[in-house]
């Protein structure tokens, strides 16, 4: 066994540093609260590895170097997607809204802070997809 336990971060996956296993308990629950988690395998470190990142392959319990391009543009994308959902579960207050208006009733929401918030999510929508074309 190795005299270091190496951990990632539990949203990227990407390596985020080792410990010795003497400090271990000393420093382990401050890791564990910055949202990283520990595994016993350190990555494959050699001086063909140095600039290299590696992401911790859940499945295969190994690291995986990781391009570094491919894994942002991934990341956009992720993003993105989680913004379209968002502005779509919001979709029935514009719609409640304007049957409302039709209707001559008061609207339920606050139509101006409603629409300026999905424009913001538009807005970093649009930004994303031009950084990743």
Do not use: C
């Not at 319990?61 to 959902?85: C, F, P, R, S, T």
């Not at 339920?108 to 424009?119: G, K, Q, W």
């Amino acid at each position: 066994m190795s005299e270091y336990k190496s951990y990632y971060n539990k949203d990227t996956m990407l390596y985020a540093g080792a410990l010795r296993v003497g400090l271990l308990e000393q420093h382990q629950q401050n890791v564990e609260n910055e949202g990283n988690v520990f595994v016993d395998q350190m990555p494959p470190f050699s001086e063909d590895s140095i600039g290299k990142n590696y992401k911790w392959d859940i499945k295969k319990k190994q690291w995986i170097e990781v391009d570094d391009l491919q894994y942002i543009k991934n990341q956009k994308i992720k993003e993105i997607a989680e913004l379209k959902d968002k502005l779509s579960k919001d979709d029935y207050k514009i719609i409640k809204s304007y049957e409302y208006s039709l209707a001559g009733q008061e609207i339920p929401y606050d139509l101006e802070t409603l629409i300026y918030e999905r424009d913001v999510i538009r807005d970093k929508i649009n930004e994303l997809e031009k950084e990743i074309e």
